[in-house]
């Protein structure tokens, strides 16, 4: 059983940067791979970015492109969101994901294995 635990959302200005991070524990953290979802006020569970178990591929939602990093390190067991050029849309709940492919986590839903809590991230206009 793997743990998720998200950290450094906040209050940010728009134009702002954050950079998230999702501890894992309970199991082998490099044979997973990871992703970023939020979940918007009024709205579902969308994807942002996810990373392959070593870190070679990423791929993002396009709202995020250019402007979101995911990353991780393995030696630490964590996974990280830059995430930089902030905009109010930017808001909501974001959640850490774990799962067993790249392609599955982006999937999202019932083809994640794991999840995180949440941190809240608020971009103010």
């Known amino acids: 059983q793997v743990q998720l635990v998200e950290s450094g959302g906040g209050l940010v200005q728009a134009g702002g940067s954050l950079r998230l991070s999702c501890a894992a524990s309970?199991?082998?953290?490099?044979?997973?791979?990871m992703g970023w979802f939020r979940q918007g006020p009024g709205k579902e569970r969308e994807f942002v970015a996810a990373?392959?178990?070593?870190?070679?591929?990423?791929v993002y939602a396009d709202s995020v492109e250019g402007r979101f990093t995911i990353s991780r390190d393995n030696a630490k067991n964590t996974v990280y969101l830059q995430m930089n050029s902030l905009k109010p849309e930017d808001t909501a709940v974001y959640y850490c994901a774990a799962g067993r492919l790249l392609t599955r986590v982006a999937a999202g839903g019932n083809s994640v294995d794991y999840w995180g809590q949440g941190t809240q991230v608020t971009v103010s206009s």
């Open positions: 990373i392959n178990r070593s870190g070679s591929s990423t």
């Open positions: 309970g199991g082998t953290f490099s044979s997973h791979a």
